[in-house]
């Protein structure tokens, strides 16, 4: 998965999940929604308190493409170098746990139905060694 | 076919290829992540030419206005000139035209431009006092109204810039700006929605700013202003800001004390905390954050988790850098 565009990998696996969900729309209705929980959480929020709350919101924002299976162009070393600074300040299962949660959740607000909900979360749960750096 | 110019150099962009891939191929230094205009790593701003509104999706409303665009979705029909964020800036001489005290600690400053300078209340320009020591200062005039530049400078001890500002600077004097630049500011549309801006000491000057700039163009949803200080002494232009209140009766001004038993007519507590006290709930309104760096951060936080939507959020923090 590392060396292969995750991207790739999605597109001829989840091909039409984003369009299902509605695109570019689903992902701007979700974001602020997904962001709220999560500096909401005391058992991440650390992770996400940037000096810039903007750019922080604009990253989730492109975690929430991928997991819709939205077009994008991270790879798996992405993953793995984007969240190395995390894994040193003790990022592991319970904190990526906690983010599914979420995702879960965000999508369940918006009344999004379970079957789809279970492809995203299938999407982000396929990254997790990347993520946690394994 | 189409091209693209930076840093002095145009390049011609080929089929099917981004700005950002263009640029980034020719050795510019234009950071990026994501590649699929989510992450806004590769902002950059035309400077000549116009970006195509598919490369400004997500954008808040005042990085659009100024022509920001995302590289890597960026593929223009027409000729563009763009530069990254840091690099846009002019510099050009202004004549100190006016120099005011607010209050004991904060004063007004004119200035006229030797060129004109296009900017929008709330923006900031630098102003320099030797070539290489410069600071921001936030733009508290209206340029449809005003004539001049206005500034508010909070003087702080053994303050570089301010205090100079303060002890020598004189009317009639030249100095050096460069700007404007930020995106702080109100973009027109939206009459109805609720503005609620917050700010303290100095903070008020693009406050001040945005608030008749607001007024002005016909923002006819409900304004409400909190400015705070530590005592009543560090509050400045309420009297004004009265007028305004009784003048417009969709704008509402709140002068907070958050140090010492507040006199009549003002609240008691510090400005943002007064706000969220007053208003619980922020969904579909627009903020406006301007001043202590410590205040700004906790109420866009918590404003944010009241409800508001990032893009909404307009925040100045005013960083002072001990740095030469
Ligand atoms: C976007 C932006 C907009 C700004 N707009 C304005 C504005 O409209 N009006 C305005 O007055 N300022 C504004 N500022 C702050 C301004 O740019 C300068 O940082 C400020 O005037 C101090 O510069 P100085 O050279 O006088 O002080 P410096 O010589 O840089 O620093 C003076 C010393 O004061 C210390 N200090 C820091 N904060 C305080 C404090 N609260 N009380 C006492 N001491 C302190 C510092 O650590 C430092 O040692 C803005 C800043 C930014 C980033
Ligand atoms: C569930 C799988 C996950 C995926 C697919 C994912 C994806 C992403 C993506 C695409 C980015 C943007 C990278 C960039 O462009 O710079 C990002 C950034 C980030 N992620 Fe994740 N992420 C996941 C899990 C997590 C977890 C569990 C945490 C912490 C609890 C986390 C914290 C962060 C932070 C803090 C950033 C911003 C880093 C920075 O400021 O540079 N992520 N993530
Ligand atoms: S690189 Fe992410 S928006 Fe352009």
Redesign the interface.
């Known amino acids: 998965m590392t060396e292969k565009k995750l991207a790739d990998w999605w597109n001829e696996s989840h091909g039409s999940l984003y369009e299902k969900l509605g695109g ?1 729309a689903a ?2 209705a979700a ?2 929604i997904f ?2 929980k999560v ?2 959480d005391p058992r991440i929020n650390r992770f996400f308190e940037g000096v810039d ?3 922080q ?3 989730q ?2 975690f929430l ?1 991928m997991a819709f299976g ?5 790879t798996g070393m ?1 993953m793995r170098r ?1 969240h190395a600074h995390l894994v040193k300040q003790g990022l592991n299962d319970v904190h990526f746990d906690a983010v599914m949660e979420h995702l879960g959740a965000t999508m369940k607000e918006l009344n999004v139905p379970d079957e789809l909900i279970a492809q995203a979360a299938a999407i982000a749960e396929s990254t997790r060694n990347d993520v946690l750096g394994r | 076919m189409t091209s693209i110019t930076y840093g002095g150099n145009t390049y011609p962009l080929d089929k099917d290829q981004s700005v950002l891939d263009c640029l980034v191929g020719h050795g510019a230094p234009v950071p990026f992540s994501c590649r699929s205009g989510v992450c806004q790593t590769c902002l950059m701003r035309a400077v000549r030419g116009v970006p195509p509104e598919d490369s400004q999706r997500g954008l808040k409303d005042s990085l659009k206005l100024q022509n920001y665009f995302l590289a890597c979705v960026c593929h223009p029909t027409n000729d563009l000139e763009a530069a990254l964020p840091q690099d846009v800036v002019k510099s050009l001489p202004a004549t100190v035209t006016a120099l005011e005290p607010l209050n004991s600690e904060i004063m007004h400053v004119s200035l006229e431009c030797h060129a004109p300078l296009e900017y929008r209340a709330g923006q900031f320009i630098n102003l320099f006092r030797e070539p290489t020591l410069g600071r921001s200062y936030s733009l508290a005039s209206v340029p449809q109204h005003d004539e001049h530049l206005h500034l508010h400078v909070r003087r702080l001890p053994q303050g570089k810039v301010s205090g100079w500002i303060h002890e020598h600077l004189r009317i009639g004097q030249t100095v050096e700006i460069r700007g404007p630049s930020g995106d702080c500011f109100y973009v027109p549309g939206r009459p109805e929605q609720e503005l609620v801006l917050i700010g303290t000491g100095s903070g008020l000057a693009p406050l001040y700013g945005i608030l008749r700039d607001a007024l002005q163009r016909g923002h006819s949803g409900p304004i409400r202003l909190f400015h705070g200080s530590r005592n009543r002494a560090g509050l400045y232009l309420t009297d004004r800001l009265r007028e305004l209140a009784r003048e417009y009766p969709n704008f509402d001004y709140v002068p907070c004390v958050s140090g010492e038993e507040p006199a009549p007519g003002l609240a008691a507590g510090r400005a943002h905390e007064i706000a969220f006290m007053e208003i619980p709930d922020f969904k579909d309104k627009r903020l406006f954050l301007c001043g202590h760096p410590e205040m700004v951060s906790a109420a866009k936080r918590r404003a944010f988790l009241a409800g508001a939507a990032m893009k909404d959020i307009y925040a100045d923090p005013f960083n002072v850098n001990a740095a030469p």
Do not use: Q, S
């Open positions: 570019e992902v701007n974001v602020d962001y709220r500096l909401a709350m903007e750019k919101a604009a990253k924002k492109a493409t939205g077009p994008h162009n991270y992405d984007g």
